[in-house]
């Protein structure tokens, strides 16, 4: 077949030809897009990690910087072979340190002094809303009925709420002793930490308040019960409301303490919280309670690595001081 002088078009074979080049250069064009599109999916992994991370990393430091005192970690204990004040867990789980049976990883500090979640006008830490924090524990510093904290691993021995353990052990002894460390600033257990376990009667002076002090300027010096360490005339009603981060599964969980009864047993207590799902794909969660001297504010250290299937990670960390800004 050929082209007559003169007159337009094409031969089939250059039909062929120009076809089989176009879908050569549709190929390529479509295997450049896909790059493109890898890429651009890639970055968008890495973006969603990076939020989620910096969510998560956020609301623990600000936990931390708005918090009264620091509950977990605990100071470390020199009698064990373990570092209380080291929490670390990874995904998958890594063995335990020492005599440890479980690795796991929570941070615990008393709630903002600002927070009003029911909004009445009263912080939700200031439980019997006198204006003062935490003035009135009871035993059960967090009036949840377990020792410690509930359903958590206080001293990082692997074991959590150990059923014999009276609700008044505070740092889960391992001797399940009770109110051996009161409010003096000192150790008086000797295991690492200062006045983590009163008892009832904070200060264990056997008097309201301050022996011979007129705790509340009423004129009257130590009149009541003990354990009324505000002398209001009432006992054990201004606790610990703590902020818990821990990890389930590969999820980094927040729990709130709220002053409602969120639970249903006609009590408003430290068994009341909420929940939420900070971040998941979690590969490492560590708290650390940084060693300080006498006088200075506690710090505390924040890490956190996520990671998707695709082996996109984010590695985020923070040393952070406690109550720097209540």
């Known amino acids: 077949m050929s082209r007559r002088s003169g007159q337009a078009g094409y031969t089939l074979v250059e039909l062929i030809i120009s076809m089989a080049i176009a879908a050569l250069l549709l190929a390529g064009l479509h295997q450049v897009l896909g790059v493109g599109a890898s890429a651009m999916a890639i970055v968008d992994e890495r973006a969603d990690l990076a939020r989620r991370g910096r969510f998560a990393m956020s609301r623990m ?9 620091l509950l977990i970690p605990l100071a470390d204990n020199p009698a064990t072979n373990f570092d209380e004040n080291v929490r670390e867990q990874t995904v998958p789980a890594s063995p335990p340190q020492g005599s440890s049976l479980l690795a796991t990883a929570v941070l615990a500090v008393t709630l903002s002094r600002s927070q009003d979640m029911d909004a009445d006008g009263i912080p939700d830490a200031d439980n019997d809303g006198d204006g003062r924090f935490d003035e009135d524990l009871p035993a059960d510093t967090q009036n949840d009925g377990k020792a410690g904290v509930c359903d958590f691993d206080d001293d990082g021995n692997g074991v959590a709420d150990f059923f014999l353990a009276p609700a008044g052990d505070d740092d889960e002894s391992d001797f399940l002793i009770q109110n051996e460390d009161t409010f003096n600033g000192m150790d008086d257990d000797g295991d690492g930490s200062v006045d983590e ?7 264990g002076d056997g008097a309201p308040g301050i022996a011979g002090v007129d705790d509340d300027g009423d004129g009257s010096v130590d009149e009541g019960d003990a354990a009324d ?3 209001d005339g009432q006992s054990d009603e201004d606790w610990y409301d703590p902020v818990v981060f821990y990890l389930n599964g590969s999820a980094v969980i927040e729990r ?19 929940e939420s799902v900070l971040a998941d794909n979690v590969t490492l969660l560590r708290f650390e309670r940084v060693a300080s001297t006498a006088g200075q504010s506690q710090l505390v250290d924040i890490a956190l690595t996520l990671a998707n299937p695709d082996g ?4 985020l960390n923070a040393r952070v001081r406690l109550g720097a800004r209540r």
Do not use: T
């Open 61 to 69: 430091v600000d936990a931390v910087q708005h918090g009264g005192r």
């Open 197 to 203: 376990d009163p008892g009832a009667d904070n200060n």
């Open 229 to 231: 360490d505000d002398e």
């Open 256 to 274: 709130r303490a709220v002053p409602w009864d969120q639970n249903g047993d006609s009590a408003i207590n430290g068994k009341d919280f909420v």
């Open 312 to 315: 996109e990670s984010i590695h």
